[in-house]
Nanobody, 125 residues
Framework: QVQLMEPGGTSVQPGGSLILACEISGLTYITYYLGWFRQVPGNDCEGVAAIHNTGTTHYVDAVKRRVAVSQDSAKNTVYLRMNSLKPEDTAMYYC???????????????????WGQGTQVTVSS
């Protein structure tokens, strides 16, 4: 059984940076995608970034110049680094994983099977 865990939430001032980490256990797939998503209450879940086990990455256009997704296979951890944070980045952030993703749907939450519990990110002065 795959389990994903994101540590506790964080607050950051506008313009600041943070790194979210997601620890993964039970991942036995040979190939897989790891994704980061975010959701604000009342809004749809939005894909932020995804990484394939080969290292290929995908980003949503709105944030691609400010974020970077990476993985440390030895530590079974996937990271999301976010720079130049804005108040509109405030959301619950989730990591998720899946085996197969249809072409061009790498950031579609419906493609992902296993999810973490989420971590709150608040960007405020």
């Amino acid at each position: 059984q795959v389990q994903l865990m994101e540590p506790g939430g964080t607050s950051v001032q506008p313009g600041g940076s943070l790194i979210l980490a997601c620890e993964i256990s039970g991942l036995t797939y040979i190939t897989y995608y790891l994704g980061w998503f975010r959701q604000v209450p009342g809004n749809d879940c939005e894909g932020v970034a995804a990484i394939h086990n080969t290292g290929t990455t995908h980003y949503v256009d709105a944030v691609k110049r400010r974020v970077a997704v990476s993985q440390d296979s030895a530590k079974n951890t996937v990271y999301l680094r976010m720079n130049s944070l804005k108040p509109e980045d405030t959301a619950m952030y989730y990591c998720a994983t899946t085996v197969l993703v249809k072409t061009n749907r790498w950031l579609n939450p419906d493609e992902y099977k296993d999810w973490g519990q989420g971590t709150q990110v608040t960007v405020s002065s």
